[in-house]
């Protein structure tokens, strides 16, 4: 009997670490517990502002999530995507994939301010970012998680590296797994993060090839986009990239299967390549998807940040400090 106890536990303990597998986060000194002397009411703060942009539109919670992805993949989570062009300063928000496509940049302002005004020249805009990011999430019935923090604000951006390391909705499934690799995150990382695509809408332009080129769709599906993205014009016409899009939950999976994923990046995980299984798993596993999109979101939030005496702590997110 005890030899059946001990096997079934050590079965247990197995099958607990494979679900885990892909979820090592690497940590950079990085706490949840950062500001807890120095800027205690910090996360009601943040929570009360996303709340508030949440209520007058829900869009907000995958606006303010894709910017911290942006942010994240361009020299790492520094906040450097919130600086504005100044003179000679160039910026990340004009690259390809940010300019008139990245938004939410007013609401992490009034989140600053209010900060500042608690706590002044203590919180980064970085560290802000990545809690608004989990906010919207939780806003919209996603499961909370721990968002480590200790971040600094870059006193640079790259403009370069914004249009060369977004990955791009017409990518396929190799360059996807090559780009998020590049960053730390794996195949499955990619498979899950790209569940942020719960919520949120695209604009036509992105989706258009697909919809009206593309053989691994259901025509249902793309005939019902094709009402609101026409063959030519209406380019920044919204459609939703799930069947639930101010709702975080496991329907975007479901909606790879049924092969009616918005974006070629979307439906490039379920097409017969490596990522089918984990897509399958979570279109069937609600509970699991919602506790693995946490800790993908805490491994990209420890992309190489800033910390110790790197960076600044801006007083506005939009500029460095003079």
Request: charged share 20%.
């Amino acid at each position: 009997m005890a030899s059946t106890t001990t096997a079934s536990q050590f079965f247990l303990v197995v099958s607990i670490i494979s679900l885990l597998a892909c979820n090592s986060a690497n940590g950079h000194h990085l706490s949840p517990n950062f500001y807890a002397r120095t800027c205690s009411n910090l996360q009601t703060i943040v929570r009360d502002v996303m709340r508030q942009a949440v209520n007058k539109e829900k869009r907000m919670g995958a606006s303010i999530l894709r910017l911290f992805f942006h942010d994240c993949f361009v020299q790492g989570c520094d906040g450097s995507i919130l600086l504005d062009d100044k003179g000679s300063f160039k910026g990340e928000k004009n690259a390809i994939p940010n300019r008139n496509s990245v938004r939410g940049y007013e609401v992490i302002d009034a989140i600053k301010t209010r900060v500042e005004a608690a706590c002044k020249n203590t919180v980064s805009c970085a560290d802000i970012l990545a809690l608004a990011a989990r906010d919207g999430v939780v806003l919209l019935g996603g499961q909370s998680w721990q968002v480590p923090l200790g971040r600094r604000d870059s006193r640079t951006a790259s403009l370069n590296s914004a249009n060369s390391d977004l990955p791009s909705p017409s990518a396929d499934l190799p360059t996807l797994i090559s780009m998020f690799a590049a960053k730390g995150l794996t195949a499955c990382d990619m498979t899950i993060l790209s569940g942020g695509h719960a919520i949120g809408f695209s604009q036509c332009s992105l989706f258009r090839t697909r919809i009206y080129n593309e053989t691994n769709i259901d025509p249902a599906f793309a005939t019902a986009r094709r009402a609101n993205c026409p063959f030519s014009g209406g380019d920044t016409n919204l459609g939703p990239l799930d069947s639930t899009p101010n709702r975080f939950d496991n329907n975007y999976y479901q909606n790879l299967v049924a092969r009616r994923g918005l974006l070629h990046s979307d439906q490039v995980l379920f097409n017969g390549g490596s990522q089918d299984a984990t897509v399958r798993t979570y279109s069937i596993n609600p509970a699991a998807f919602l506790r693995d999109f946490g800790a993908a979101m805490v491994k990209m939030g420890n992309i190489s940040p800033l910390t110790g005496t790197n960076g600044e702590i801006r007083r506005s997110c939009r500029v460095i400090n003079s």
